[in-house]
T-cell receptor, first 115, second 112 residues
């Protein structure tokens, strides 16, 4: 079975540019999560969706960040404009249920570098 | 404040020995507990889940849960160099609106 698929795997861009990260969750999973991981702050939940609806975006750091889930098999995380402090590894994860009793399964991540 | 605490390590264990990783949590209403393994440069990978008090065994891994004392642990028997990784504890509870609260992880090093 295919796992969570993220693209691109690596992204290097200059400050001020728009960055779009993409995620395809595991088929049949109802919940999708976007995380950011840095050495300083560890794993941080940015936003999660349940049945394509954003439930909690309190972890989104600023208005420069936005996320969408137009259908059950695709989600995007967009940063516009990007800043060097956005450099991190961004993970997408999915689970059968959004209520925590089901484990989350992670994609390989996007390593983002903003110059 | 919702918290999941882990010793950051590194925890160094000789090959073949038992590695013991511990995690404490603050939300008494927590119901689901997970251990993830993360190799350097890779994504977190689920290795164990536990939902009720006691022990749960899966191969060389044993998860232990004590809700009264609010801790969950992971034992790795017959440790192998390939077990060297960071182990993340994640806890779900009512205070977090049933979302995962992550520990910072314990770095485990298995010495040949």
């Amino acid at each position: 079975d295919a796992g969570v698929i993220q693209s691109p795997r690596h992204e290097v861009t200059e400050m001020g540019q728009e960055v779009t990260l993409r995620c395809k969750p595991i088929s049949g999973h109802n919940s999708l999560f976007w995380y950011r991981q840095t050495m300083m702050r560890g794993l941080e939940l940015l936003i999660y969706f349940n049945n394509n609806v954003p439930i909690d975006d309190s972890g989104m750091p600023e208005d420069r960040f936005s996320a969408k889930m137009p259908n059950a098999s695709f989600s995007t995380l967009k940063i516009q404009p990007s800043e060097p402090r956005d450099s991190a590894v961004y993970f997408c994860a999915s689970s059968l249920s959004g209520y925590g009793n089901q484990p989350q399964h992670f994609g390989d991540g996007t390593r983002l570098s903003i110059l | 404040q919702k918290e999941v605490e882990q010793n950051s390590g590194p925890l160094s264990v000789p090959e073949g020995a038992i590695a013991s990783l511990n995690c404490t949590y603050s939300d008494r209403g927590s119901q689901s507990f997970f251990w993830y393994r993360q190799y350097s440069g890779k994504s977190p990978e689920l290795i164990m889940s536990i939902y009720s008090n006691g022990d749960k065994e899966d191969g060389r891994f044993t998860a232990q849960l004590n809700k009264a004392s609010q801790y969950v642990s992971l034992l790795i028997r017959d440790s192998q160099p390939s077990d060297s990784a960071t182990y993340l504890c994640a806890v779900v509870g009512m205070d977090s609106n049933y979302q995962l609260i992550w520990g910072a992880g314990t770095k485990l090093i298995i010495k040949p």
